[in-house]
């Protein structure tokens, strides 16, 4: 009876190593699952010697989007594969970040950056060729500009989705979606935004309702980045 006991526990302790050997690939499969997620770069704008805007109080755009940023990507983090084009505070050069999502193989680029007006209409931008006459980016040739090309229909839909999102949850809003020459998305190889959600000057004083207020911005653009991925 006490041999049957002792090789009943010893199959028992044996089974993940036979597991292991007989199906190789189920120890992989959580990694399998992983890598079907789709990767989300976001990019917060600015960082470094780069302020962006810079308010007296001492507030700063680079601050303030990598803020937002941070609070998106701990909202769709379980779904989607999040990356950075920065996570902390440093300076990253323009297309250096267009780059970052090309070579990471990014599903979609989000640019964040805030608004310099007093109005806290949101605004998405999308890459739209200069009157069909590209001027390059720094350093880039002519070429650089028609790597998006394929993906404008997709990059409008995204920010068809963002702004609805925000609409949603701020009545009385009307964001905007502008065409617009912008260098870094013209290179981006996917689908590719940037987004101006409110204005840096309209952010409340006190720190902890500031952050309140940005919460529901990044639950705004959490719900856009979801309902564009649910349509693919
Ligand atoms: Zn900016």
Request: hydrophobic share 40%; charged share 20%.
């Amino acid at each position: 009876m006490k041999n049957k006991a002792t090789i009943f526990i010893t199959i028992l302790a044996c089974l993940p190593v036979w597991t292991t050997l007989l199906f190789p690939a189920a120890g992989s499969c959580q990694d399998r699952i992983r890598t079907t997620q789709p990767r989300v770069m976001i990019d917060p704008g600015h960082g470094g010697r780069d302020s962006g805007l810079l308010l007296p109080s001492g507030l700063s755009e680079k601050t303030v989007t990598l803020t937002l940023s941070r609070l998106v990507a701990e909202q769709i983090n379980k779904q989607y594969k999040v990356l950075f084009t920065r996570q902390d505070d440093r300076f990253i050069d323009t297309i250096a970040r267009t780059e970052a999502a090309n070579t990471q193989q990014a599903d979609l680029f989000v640019s964040i950056h805030l608004k310099a007006t007093t109005s806290n209409q949101a605004t998405v931008f999308h890459y739209k060729p200069c009157d069909n006459r590209p001027i390059p980016a720094a350093g880039k040739d002519l070429a650089w500009h028609w790597q998006h090309l394929p993906h404008e229909d997709k990059s409008r839909q995204l920010c068809k989705t963002l702004t609805q999102s925000i609409a949603s949850l701020f009545p009385g809003q009307e964001p905007q979606i502008i065409s617009a020459p912008v260098a870094m998305l013209a290179g981006c190889q996917m689908p590719a935004v940037l987004i101006e959600p409110f204005a840096l000057k309209t952010l409340p004083l006190d720190e902890s309702s500031r952050i309140v207020w940005i919460k529901k911005y990044a639950a705004a653009i959490k719900t856009g980045i979801e309902s564009y991925l649910n349509t693919l």
